[in-house]
Nanobody, 126 residues
Framework: QKELVESGGGSVQAGGSLRLSCKAG????????MGWLRQAPGKEREERAG???????????YYADSVKGRFTISHDSASNTMYLQMDDLKPGDSGMYYC????????????????WGQGTQVTVSS
């Protein structure tokens, strides 16, 4: 059973919206921080950038400056599913979006996570 499974990616025009989902399996229940990271086109996996993180047992959320006011991260504890609502999408938001989990949250500059999903592609055209 995969620990993290993403869904909801797709292709939209600039200004459009998408909602990503990440369903976490039982092995992830000990991880208190979940996040979304983006691998931009042409970048290596090691260059994945933090987009938004959430501390699932508290109200703390962390966003990259480029998405503040446009993206909203949330978590449903009953289903252990994380979401990323992305509004007013821009071409620069394109990339492979990965769901990830680890024990604690810090700012989005820290991209080291214990568990990773397979990713879901987001393409925004101008």
């Amino acid at each position: 059973q995969k620990e993290l499974v993403e869904s909801g990616g797709g292709s939209v025009q600039a200004g459009g919206s998408l909602r990503l989902s990440c369903k976490a399996g039982e092995y992830i229940r000990g991880m208190r921080c979940m996040g979304w990271l983006r691998q931009a086109p042409g970048k290596e996996r090691e260059e994945r950038a933090g987009v938004a993180y959430i501390y699932i047992i508290g109200p703390a959320t962390y966003y990259a400056d480029s998405v503040k006011g446009r993206f909203t991260i949330s978590h449903d504890s009953a289903s252990n599913t994380m979401y990323l609502q992305m509004d007013d999408l821009k071409p620069g938001d394109s990339g492979m979006y990965y769901c990830a989990a680890r024990r604690s949250c810090t700012d989005v500059g820290d991209t080291q996570f214990s568990y990773w999903g397979q990713g879901t592609q987001v393409t925004v055209s101008s």
